[in-house]
């Protein structure tokens, strides 16, 4: 059975063959356990979409009641933050739709003119229509989020292969929901929690709803931090997932941190509105330039990676966000050594020149030690959550070694490697021409993915596991802290998609290690 992927000419070509024999034969460890949906699972996405009705509802609350005040402005600058970034996150939400439901109805259909007819052409109709209206009504995120429960609850309402299937879906519609949230909350809350905080400076009062709706930014902000990391890890089967504990810690760290960072940068722009916007704008260069220049590998080009890269520039400005894998505890120490820096030196700066008639000197204190106390409250819980709560394992006990300040012990020499199970520690940037092959390459439909049985291997100490087929994707596996390939491209994540469901085992991914010529030989004679 073969079948070309999307994309015109230039796609893969992909071939599924069933393995011989029910499936392989291959000695190693034991497999991973198979994570499965749990109610905890489905609680956790209620209460995200709790914090995303919380966080839109209050700004539009507070938006109407500056307007009915009659202050214009206030209502100008709020309503701006609300809807300028839900138009953006919601067309790049629209467009991820059109891209997944054109690509379905290609394959299903098999050709353009017989979708258009009958009723399957009037239910796809209903469905652009229902999409663009949730769209346009702003809920794409709702929808998402309201569909992630759904797969979820059907990987554990389903038989055992399709199980697997309902899974990759909700997990693919997680990185999705993950992605646009973080991307809305930085471009939405985090400029929304600085200037109610600068009103409330400037009245020296604060309104229930401005407080209110301050907090809502500040949690969303926190949640969203934590749940784009433990989806980030759940995802990636060579990683060990990340506990609820260690995912209320980790909103703790951010949430404090956060809060020191937007209190510090209301009450200098309480004062210096000018230089503010100047501190920012250099602020976000030289983060970005700095995350640049660390060459990340988040994207599939080059382009879409320096538009990331300006994104989490945006990110850098309010907390710190792993992007690189390597020595992450000292580019954390250094930006956290910035930030207090900063935090301080704009704190001090408001204290020396604020208007002494609005805000008295006890009131000052208050303010400086709030900031003061909030960032070591951070810090406390970022300690908490590296040497107690790390998914590799806490500092303290008998299985220690998970803590920021441990060294990760190296591989042993000559240990098989499996890509899906534990690929290598460190891999090269994909550069353009790994993505693009050869010239000629494309133009002879090399194929990228195969699920077939791989020869058996020599016999070890181990007694050898049976396990289903495997689909191999001919591109190095990203590190760490970015997505797989199979997140970021939608044309392989509907590749995989087809061709586990088409499988009758449950198949295993494997992506290719650039530094193993035994394997890219094995590619070379076999694909």
């Known amino acids: 059975m073969a079948a070309k ?53 209050s700004d539009l609350w507070l938006a109407a009641h500056y307007y009915v005040r009659g202050q214009r402005w206030w209502f100008g600058l709020t309503l701006l933050f609300v ?26 259909a098999g050709s353009t003119k017989d979708s258009a007819r009958g009723p399957r052409g009037c239910c796809r109709l209903c469905v652009w229509l229902l999409q663009g209206l949730i769209h346009l009504l702003q809920l794409g ?64 009062s604060i309104e229930p709803l401005q407080g209110f709706s301050a907090s809502a930014s500040l949690v969303s902000l926190a ?18 997932p990340m506990s609820y504990k260690g995912a209320v810690v980790q909103i703790l760290w951010h949430l404090f941190t956060i809060a020191a960072r937007a209190i510090a940068f209301a009450l200098f722009a309480s004062v210096f509105q000018l230089y503010f916007g100047i501190f920012i704008v250099t602020h976000w260069c030289i983060m970005t330039f700095w995350i640049i220049q660390g060459e990340t590998d988040f994207c599939m080009s080059k382009w879409e990676e320096i538009i990331y890269n300006m994104v989490v520039g945006i990110i850098y400005i309010f907390c710190w966000f792993n992007v690189k894998e390597g020595r992450s505890r000292y580019r954390m120490c250094i930006y956290y050594v910035i930030t207090l820096s900063e935090n301080a030196a704009l704190t001090v700066l408001w204290f020396l020149y604020y208007d002494r008639k609005t805000t008295s000197d006890f009131d000052a204190l208050i303010l400086v030690c709030v900031v003061s106390s909030s960032f070591a409250f951070g810090i406390f819980f970022m300690f908490i959550y590296y040497c107690l709560l790390h998914p590799n394992g806490p500092m303290f006990g008998p299985h220690a ?4 300040f441990r060294q990760r012990p190296a591989p042993a020499p000559g240990s098989p490697t499996d890509a899906i199970t534990s690929p290598p520690r460190s891999l090269p940037r994909t550069t353009g021409g790994e993505r693009d092959g050869a010239p000629g390459e494309r133009d002879s439909c090399v194929p990228v993915f195969q699920v077939r049985p791989c020869p058996p291997p020599a016999p070890a100490a181990r007694a050898p596991r049976t396990e289903g087929p495997v689909i191999r994707i001919d591109l190095p596996r990203k590190k760490y802290p970015a997505w797989d390939a199979h997140f970021i491209d939608r044309r392989l994540r509907k590749t995989i998609l087809a061709l586990e469901y088409a499988s009758p085992t449950t198949p295993r991914l494997q992506y290719r290690t650039p530094g193993a010529p035994q394997e890219v030989l094995e590619y070379e004679t076999t694909v």
């Open 401 to 404: 070694g998970g803590c920021i």
């Open 141 to 204: 995120q709702v929808w998402r989020y309201l569909r992630t429960l759904y797969l979820g609850l059907q990987s554990r309402w389903q038989a055992e292969h399709r199980r697997r299937h309902f899974y990759w879906r909700m997990m693919f519609e997680s990185a999705d929901i993950s992605m646009l949230r973080l991307l809305e909350t930085f471009l939405k809350s985090a400029p929304q929690l600085v200037l109610q905080l600068s009103i409330m400076v400037q009245q020296n």
């Open 223 to 240: 949640w969203m931090i934590a749940s784009y990391q433990k989806v980030l890890r759940d995802s990636r089967e060579d990683k060990m």
């Open 5 to 57: 992927s999307d994309g015109g000419g230039g796609g893969p070509a992909v071939r599924l063959e069933s393995p011989q024999g029910g499936g392989e034969r291959r000695a190693g460890g034991a497999a991973p356990p198979t994570r499965r949906y749990r109610l905890r699972d489905g609680c956790w996405v209620l209460c995200a979409l709790l914090v995303c009705f919380a966080d839109g509802a």
């Open 83 to 108: 809807l300028l970034p839900s138009l953006v996150v919601q067309l790049l939400s629209f467009r991820w739709f059109v891209y997944d439901f054109a690509a379905s109805t290609k394959d299903s």
